[in-house]
């Protein structure tokens, strides 16, 4: 594992914000970690990037540990805060050198780090306006961009897309996916947007109350909730009387000709209910799958509106 951490605690005076989580993180992939605004996602990053120190709890990132060689974990990890580390008086070029030099990079590498960093992030035209120009997606390219500067095998990204208008948000899930993809960085990934974990994440956390009370893939946490249904449209009456005779129907619409039944929309299940239908000699003309999406999780497992929401 890229990110192994047991047993992590961490209390502010008598408020707990981690209550003895543990952590896995695979090498290569994206993690995200999800909960109420104060549930302590931001506690969880800072301490494992070595911004602050656990209680308790034992912690090893790409093999370093992080209680005895903090060091070794700074060497290997890149972290985008919530807040852009941006020097707005300085120009996206100066930003990115001024990286470079505190990476310690030879005069010659940095530049020619810096110059493909501004290719690939689409900031080259802009190298020498002052960053206080440039739009909030340009300047949160430019902040992964200066994460990027050292080469890190961990990035640490705390709610990065928060405030993006939803163009610049999909062109930063787009570097994201690219560097997973074609670098094998592993990301450890909070957000308030439910979609952007469910589009990104290789895995999800719900953290509340200190703990994590869910994990899993996006679609093994969906199925932690019911509610799951299949909807069925039937081309006349007589069709729709039959299956509603032949199936456990929770909802019914005559005008609409359809019939919701439950249903997981799992491949035994969709068949299990199309051999019902066939025993009855009744064809629907139309057959939708629903499932719960990460809102519904979020709700079930924490009790409290989504992220976006609750950030409002």
């Known amino acids: 594992m890229t990110i192994s951490a047991f047993g992590l605690r961490k209390s502010f005076g008598d408020h707990v914000v981690l209550d003895g989580i543990d952590l896995d993180v695979p090498e290569g992939a994206v993690f995200s970690l999800l909960g109420p605004n104060g549930a302590g996602k931001t506690t969880a990053v800072q301490i494992l990037s070595t911004l602050i120190t656990a209680d308790t709890g034992e912690v090893t990132i790409c093999g370093h540990d992080l209680h005895r060689d903090p060091d070794g974990v700074r060497s290997v990890i890149g972290v985008t805060g919530q807040f852009s580390a941006v020097d707005g008086l300085l120009t996206g070029e100066e930003n990115l050198r001024l990286m470079a030099d505190l990476r310690h990079l030879p005069r010659t590498e940095g530049r020619r780090v810096v110059r493909g960093l501004l290719s690939r992030f689409d900031l080259a035209d802009a190298a020498d306006r002052p960053a206080s120009t440039y ?6 390219r430019l902040d992964l961009a200066m994460t990027l500067v050292g080469g890190p ?65 996006s679609d093994e946490l969906k199925k932690l909730v019911p509610g799951g249904h299949v909807s069925l449209r039937f081309g ?28 997981d929309g799992g491949v035994r299940s969709l068949r299990a209910l199309l051999d019902v239908l066939d025993r009855a000699d009744v064809e629907p003309d139309e057959l939708t799958v629903h499932t719960p999406d990460l809102d519904d999780v979020f709700f079930a497992l924490t009790g409290r509106p989504t992220l976006e929401e609750s950030a409002r």
Not at 238 to 253: E, G, K, N
């Open 135 to 140: 739009s909030g997606g340009m300047r949160r």
């Open 153 to 217: 095998r961990v990035i640490f990204l705390d709610e990065p897309t928060t405030g993006l208008d939803p163009r610049s948000r999909h062109g930063l899930w787009q570097i994201i996916r690219e560097l997973v993809a074609g670098e094998g960085v592993t990301i450890f990934l909070t957000t308030q947007y439910l979609e952007e974990a469910d589009q990104l994440a290789d895995r999800i956390a719900v953290l509340d109350g200190g703990k994590l009370v869910a994990e899993g893939t």
């Open 236 to 263: 006349d009456l007589r069709s729709l009387d039959a299956a509603a005779r032949a199936l456990p129907v929770t909802s019914r619409d005559d005008d609409a000709l359809t019939l919701q039944v439950p249903g």
